[in-house]
């Protein structure tokens, strides 16, 4: 319930007569008793768009004859529609999902206002265009990072395979469309330069980095000590074994999220890291008991100090999940959408996503964030990134 100085109205309910003998209340006599019974009922107001016309007045010069006419004021969009419009129909594209031919019918029954299918992609495709500065920007801070998290996943483009790359921190998120999976796209979204830690997953494209620049994400091992764990004999034995340490190790986890003393998280994981190395070298050793989980074993071995970073680094976690809970909107708008159909269609999808999670990271509005950003681009005005405060 809203306090009162959020309310628009108050509405007074009185009393008519008393309950008990039916005594008609006079003016007078309606004093509270008690304190009033609050009720709040929430409603939208009638929705409308307002519809602006200007007429651009032409006059003929008295002393040359030089017809001159009036030019559109700087603030006034050249587009038929509104910035708010547009950052409406741009929200419920990238956040919401909404196909256009559902979006023109939203338009119509919401806003009264008759858009077509191109109207919407046109709308959508200029909103891109003005995010190329703030996505730059966005590009930037993910290259400075001192923690990233990233993922890839599928993408299609005219029905061609391509890739789909999510990095994100804490308050930034950037998405790329790429070629494939390799180590080439990683070092262009992570930069040649850079110096934090990536946590990930064990795909090979994050092998160019060294081990101790890594966080390797135990929610994966987590599943693969699983799967080992249906195996038979010694295989069977070794993944049982790997889910008690994994399990221990995310109890740890929790634990250390409540208090937040980091020696005693070390602590706690220190005799994790033994059984898990001595573990590990055992079915690393060439025996036909560990032929099923051998590589696995070497892998890890190998990647060794990636398995330990969140336990001695700040803003590390030990999974992965921040990543690929902001590519989970992408792959839902990939299989409502089927991907993108050019190449300026996936720049076009790069940086909304990018805004959307971006806004929701920073817990700010997409539609607030958006019609800034059109506003500024229709005037011709530098773009906000999205971290700069609304003007007035």
């Known amino acids: 319930m809203l306090p009162p100085e959020q309310v628009d109205e108050v509405v007074e309910h009185w009393p008519e007569r008393c309950r008990s003998c039916a005594r008609v209340f006079g003016a007078p006599e309606l004093v509270d008793a008690v304190g009033p019974w609050r009720h709040q009922v929430v409603e939208l107001p009638p929705i409308a768009v307002r519809v602006t016309e200007h007429r651009l007045h032409g006059v003929c010069c008295p002393e040359c004859a030089t017809p001159t006419r009036a030019e ?39 806003f009264g206002v008759e858009l077509s299918t191109g109207s919407v992609d046109a709308i959508i495709q200029r909103a891109g265009e003005a995010l190329a500065g703030p996505y730059t920007q966005l590009e930037q801070r993910i290259k400075s990072a001192s923690v990233v998290n990233i993922d890839e996943t599928g993408w299609k483009t005219a029905g061609g395979n391509r890739t789909l790359w999510g990095a994100l921190t804490s308050r930034t998120a950037v998405f790329r469309i790429a070629a494939g999976r390799h180590a080439f796209e990683a070092r262009t979204l992570l930069g040649e330069r850079f110096t934090g830690i990536v946590c990930s997953d064990r795909w090979r494209g994050y092998d160019y980095l ?21 195996g038979m004999a010694e295989q069977q034995a070794f993944g049982q074994a790997g889910l008690v340490i994994a399990h221990e190790l995310f109890a740890a986890w929790d634990s250390y999220q409540q208090h937040g003393d980091r020696a005693r998280l070390q602590a706690q994981t220190a005799p994790l890291q033994d059984k898990l190395r001595t573990l590990l070298e055992h079915a690393a050793r060439k025996s036909a008991r560990t032929k099923y989980h051998r590589q696995f074993a070497k892998n890890l071995l190998k990647r060794w100090p990636a398995l330990w970073t969140f336990t001695h680094s700040d803003g590390v976690e030990p999974t992965n999940n921040h990543a690929e809970r902001g590519l989970r909107g992408a792959v839902i708008y990939r299989k409502l959408s089927l991907g993108s159909q050019s190449d300026q269609g996936e720049r076009t999808i790069e940086r909304l996503l990018s805004a959307s999670i971006t806004c929701r990271l920073r817990k700010q509005s997409l539609f607030t964030y958006l019609t800034q950003v059109l506003t500024a681009h229709a005037r011709g005005d530098p773009i906000p990134s999205s971290h700069s405060r609304p003007r007035a």
């Open 72 to 110: 559109l004021p700087r603030e006034v969009p050249r587009s038929a529609f509104g910035p708010r419009l547009q950052a409406a129909v741009v929200t419920l594209a990238v956040r919401n999902r909404v196909s256009r031919r559902d979006t023109t019918e939203l338009a119509r029954e919401l």
């Open 210 to 230: 060294e081990p101790t620049q890594r966080q390797l994400c135990w929610a994966h091992l987590l599943r693969d000590f699983t799967a080992h764990s249906e």
